[in-house]
């Protein structure tokens, strides 16, 4: 039983790294940055991310995580949070997060970064950090 567990656990992983890594979520993006003299913009276009790039990335990472993720925001271009849905396994939320810096570097690319993982209610559960010079990631 514990074989297939290590099994399924091993290949969720790999599976969003796979997808991770071979999708782009920097595209050109036609969002307008909020600003004092536009309150037209609303919250709804604030809440992925406080910059284009953030905000699409954000996007990107809840609609690429096939329900495993609910909700994501980015905040500086080197914060990632993201609230995982009740199908992630307790177990599963260190491999979600490795992934999560993996494609999360690829797009802020020479800069550490912080992955804050979230509970369904809102609880903080994990915090994956990234050292850019040691290319290592120690978690929290």
């Known amino acids: 039983m514990l074989f297939f567990q290590r099994t399924r656990q091993f290949f969720t992983a790999l599976a969003l790294v796979l997808l991770l890594a071979t999708t782009s979520a920097c595209q050109a993006s036609q969002t307008q940055t909020p600003t ?6 609303t919250y709804q276009q604030l809440e992925k991310g406080n910059s284009p790039a953030g905000q699409e990335f954000g996007n990107w990472v809840v609609q690429t995580a096939k329900g495993l993720i609910s909700d994501a925001y980015v905040r500086d271009n080197d914060k990632l949070g993201v609230v995982i849905t009740p199908k992630v396994r307790p177990q599963e ?4 997060a490795k992934s999560l810096v993996q494609g999360f570097h690829q797009n802020f690319p ?3 970064l912080k992955v804050l993982m ?9 915090t994956a950090n990234y050292d ?7 978690y929290q």
């Open 93 to 96: 939320a260190k491999d979600l």
């Open 118 to 126: 979230y509970a369904p209610d809102k609880q903080l559960i994990l």
């Open 36 to 41: 004092a003299l536009n309150p037209s913009i």
């Open 132 to 138: 850019n010079q040691l290319n290592q990631v120690t």
């Open 110 to 112: 020479n800069r550490d």
